[in-house]
């Protein structure tokens, strides 16, 4: 086994309810699960920020799956690496929602306080995960 991590920006395509975002982690936990992927979704309104780890083959078949997602457009990826281990083993999908705990993170890792995932550095998106899974509960 490959492990592998991908991370990503998309823009989403229209307002999704909080139900939308619901239905799309629901699907992702159990799809994940199936498959031994694990990562992170941080959502802020505007724009999708995800990491995903796992097996090199089966993370690039749900990244081309989730490219072709109507809910969002301009999906780039940010960075994409070999690693030795995973850093979101606890979720199989964790979801991070802007807050008043995320905001002052997303103004650490970028320019200015108007988060845009597409102007900072792969690395920077990581370490910006990294930071956000401080506030999470462990959970599948
Ligand atoms: C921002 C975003 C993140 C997603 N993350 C995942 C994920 O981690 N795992 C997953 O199975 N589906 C995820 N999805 C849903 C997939 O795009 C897709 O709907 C799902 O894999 C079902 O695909 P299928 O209908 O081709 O089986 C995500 C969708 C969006 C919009």
């Known amino acids: 086994m490959n492990l592998i991590r991908l991370v990503y920006a998309s823009t989403v395509s229209e307002p999704l309810k909080h139900s939308d975002i619901e239905q799309i982690i629901h699907a992702a936990q159990t799809h ?11 959502f802020n309104n505007n724009y999708f ?3 995903l780890e796992g097996d090199r083959e089966k993370v690039n078949a749900l990244y081309n799956s989730i490219v072709k997602d109507a809910r969002h457009h ?3 990826i940010l960075s994409y690496q070999e ?3 995973r850093d979101f083993q ?4 964790g979801y991070i ?3 008043s705990a995320t905001k002052p993170l997303a103004l650490k890792f ?3 306080h108007e988060f845009d995932p597409y102007r900072i550095t792969g690395h920077s998106a990581y370490l910006l995960l990294l930071e956000m899974k401080k ?3 462990t959970a599948w």
């Open 74 to 76: 301009n999906v780039v």
């Open 97 to 99: 929602p802007i807050s």
């Open 49 to 51: 920020l995800q990491c």
């Open 135 to 137: 506030n999470l509960p």
């Open 90 to 93: 606890n979720w199989s999908m």
């Open 32 to 42: 994940n699960v199936e498959q031994g992927i694990t990562g992170m979704l941080y």
């Open 110 to 112: 970028s320019s200015n």
């Open 83 to 85: 690693i030795n281990s």
